[in-house]
Structure formats: structure tokens, C-alpha cells
T-cell receptor, first 115, second 115 residues
């Protein structure tokens, strides 16, 4: 089975540019999460969706960040404009229902560097 | 909010020996799930083992086992016969059964395996 698929794997961009990170969750999973990982702050939950609906976006740092899930098989995390402090690894994860033991499965991450 | 604490930022173990990573959590709930995730240098987050709080029996996956002490809110991971490939960052995580989909992660323990 295909896991959670993220793109791009690596991106280097200049400050002020728009960045779009993409995620395809595991088919059949009804919850999707965006996490950010940095050395200083560890793993932070940015936002999660349940059945394509954003449930909790309290972790989104500021208005420069936005996330969408137009359908069950696709989500985007957008940063506009990007800043150097946004440099991090961004993980997308998805979760099935109780039958899966409520486990979340992570993608390989998108390494973002803003210079 | 629930908190997950990993008090050992770094641990090391001799190859073929056994090591135990500690995790404690704070919750007022009775139903929840606990997880250990492994993050090797590739940064991929890989599920190692999970435990349902209602189960008294400790979960085991090959060389990995947990010591789940519900009353003490402790969830340690034991790695037996350590291998070089076990070197990674290990994260403990908590998920509530009742209050939404959020997963709470500890700050991680970096495990070094010495040949």
C-alpha cells in the first residue's frame, strides 16, 4: 500500500516567495494532519482535518500560513510570504478510524529552507 | 492539554545490549492510546509500537516492548539486542480516545548505538 505522499521533498526558496507543500493521504484515511518540526520547538501540530473539514488550526503560526483540503485525497499547506524562520521539516500525516488502532502514519516530510 | 515528557534527551547503548527509553504523560482521561515513533536520520517518522490504555498487557513488537504503568502514567520503551539500525530519535506520543484527533508528542530521545 502507498503511504502518505508529500511533495516536494526538498525546497529552497527566497524570502518573500510563496511556498506550497502538497500531501496525498493514505486512501481511506479520514483525518489529515500537518506538523512542523524544528530543532528549537520539536514537533508542532499546525492543523488537522477530519473528513476534509479543518477541525483545529490553532497551531498555525500566523496569517501567512494557510491549509486546504479540497477532497479526501489531497491537501496543501501554503506559506505566503515565506520567511527564514519558516525553515523546517513539514510533515503530513493521516489516520484511519478506530480499526487501525488510531495510529497516524507520516509522510517522508518536506524540507523547507527559506534564505 | 495533555503533556508528554521524555526526560532523556540522549541515550546510548552498546550493540546487542538492551536499553530503555522513558516517557511519562499527564492526563485526566481513562481511555487513550500511546505510541513510540522512530525518526532515523532520513527524518521519516516510523511507528514502532502502540498501546491501548484499556489493555493491561504490555505491547511487544519483535525486539521492541513497552512497560505501561497506567497508574504512574509511564510508558517506557525497551529495545532488546540493539542494532546499529536502531540509532534514531525516538518520540513518545499520546492520543486521546475522546477529545479529538490530536496527538501530543514528547521532545524526543536521541539514541546512539555503539558498535
Amino acid at each position: 500500500d502507498a503511504g502518505v505522499i508529500q511533495s516536494p521533498r526538498h525546497e529552497v526558496t527566497e524570502m518573500g516567495q510563496e511556498v506550497t507543500l502538497r500531501c496525498k493521504p493514505i486512501s481511506g484515511h479520514n483525518s489529515l494532519f500537518w506538523y512542523r518540526q524544528t530543532m528549537m520547538r520539536g514537533l508542532e501540530l499546525l492543523i488537522y482535518f477530519n473528513n476534509n473539514v479543518p477541525i483545529d488550526d490553532s497551531g498555525m503560526p500566523e496569517d501567512r500560513f494557510s491549509a486546504k483540503m479540497p477532497n479526501a485525497s489531497f491537501s496543501t499547506l501554503k506559506i505566503q510570504p515565506s520567511e527564514p524562520r519558516d525553515s523546517a521539516v513539514y510533515f503530513c500525516a493521516s489516520r484511519a478510524g478506530r480499526r487501525s488502532g488510531n495510529t497516524i502514519y507520516f509522510g517522508e516530510g518536506s524540507w523547507l529552507t527559506v534564505v | 492539554a495533555q503533556t508528554v515528557t521524555q526526560s532523556q534527551p540522549e541515550m546510548s547503548v552498546q550493540e546487542a545490549e538492551t536499553v530503555t527509553l522513558s516517557c511519562t504523560y499527564d492526563t485526566s482521561e481513562s481511555d487513550y492510546y500511546l505510541f513510540w515513533y522512530k525518526q532515523p536520520p532520513s527524518r521519516q517518522m516510523i511507528l514502532v509500537i502502540r498501546q491501548e490504555a484499556y489493555k493491561q498487557q504490555n505491547a511487544t513488537e519483535n525486539r521492541f516492548s513497552v512497560n505501561f504503568q497506567k497508574a504512574a502514567k509511564s510508558f517506557s520503551l525497551k529495545i532488546s539486542d540493539s542494532q546499529l539500525g536502531d540509532a534514531a530519535m525516538y518520540f513518545c506520543a499520546y492520543r486521546s480516545q475522546n477529545t479529538g484527533n490530536q496527538f501530543y508528542f514528547g521532545t524526543g530521545t536521541s539514541l546512539t548505538v555503539i558498535p
